[in-house]
T-cell receptor
Framework: GAVVSQHPSWVICKSGTSVKIECRSL??????MFWYRQFPKQSLMLMAT?????????EQGVEKDKFLINHASLTLSTLTVTSAHPEDSSFYIC????????????FGPGTRLTVT | GIQVEQSPPDLILQEGANSTLRCNFS?????LQWFHQNPWGQLINLFY???GTKQNGRLSATTVATERYSLLYISSSQTTDSGVYFC????????????FGKGTHLIIQP
């Protein structure tokens, strides 16, 4: 159980365009999902917390107007990278926890974004 | 915010050897997880262990919450154990995101 999927697994886009990444909880409902970013050979950094039915909470230094998060249902959160630039190229990973299970998080397989 | 330090940063071992990875954290935690990141980037859940000891096959983990550290033990290492091992914690409530350490890069040579 506790499977989280992401789509797409990789995407290449041109500078200035926008790209949407989906994160789905497949076998449970997630009122909260999390988005992380990982640059090459570095650790994961929390970008934002996605709350179903309300606005996302962004970590310090993460531009909320650039990284749009929508958590429209209990099984889907989306991250849209707007006006992408090469420095946005990274590995984006989402996670979710099962309500009532004390915060253990389950991670999606990640999306590798390359901006040319 | 909470600080998470992992050691060693790199570890090279021969197949069959045992290893111990350490995670120190700067504040009390409600959640501590160990992950193995495979070459494709997927994070594999190893342990959810905010306190106590757990074992799963050749892997075991111990968290001493009062002393703010956790250890991951790998016995009889196999080449498939290679990869990056991350420790991640939450010091606040269950609705908070994880804070990750920088990881230990483990290479198991045949």
């Amino acid at each position: 159980g506790a499977v989280v999927s992401q789509h797409p697994s990789w995407v290449i886009c041109k500078s200035g365009t926008s790209v949407k990444i989906e994160c789905r909880s497949l076998d449970f409902q997630a009122t909260t999902m999390f988005w992380y970013r990982q640059f090459p050979k570095q650790s994961l950094m929390l970008m934002a917390t996605s709350n179903e039915g309300s606005k996302a909470t962004y970590e310090q230094g993460v531009e909320k107007d650039k990284f749009l998060i929508n958590h429209a249902s209990l099984t889907l959160s989306t991250l849209t990278v707007t006006s992408a630039h090469p420095e946005d190229s990274s590995f984006y990973i989402c996670s979710a926890n099962i309500p009532g299970l004390a915060g253990q998080q389950y991670f999606g397989p990640g999306t590798r974004l390359t901006v040319t | 915010g909470i600080q998470v330090e992992q050691s060693p940063p790199d570890l090279i071992l021969q197949e069959g050897a045992n290893s111990t990875l350490r995670c120190n954290f700067s504040d009390s935690v409600n959640n501590l997880q160990w992950f193995h990141q495979n070459p494709w980037g997927q994070l594999i859940n190893l342990f959810y262990i905010p306190s106590g000891t757990k074992q799963n096959g050749r892997l075991s983990a111990t968290t001493v919450a009062t002393e703010r550290y956790s250890l991951l033990y790998i016995s009889s290492s196999q080449t498939t154990d290679s990869g990056v091992y991350f420790c991640a914690v939450i010091s606040g409530g269950g609705a908070d995101g994880l804070t990750f350490g920088k990881g230990t890069h483990l290479i198991i040579q045949p």
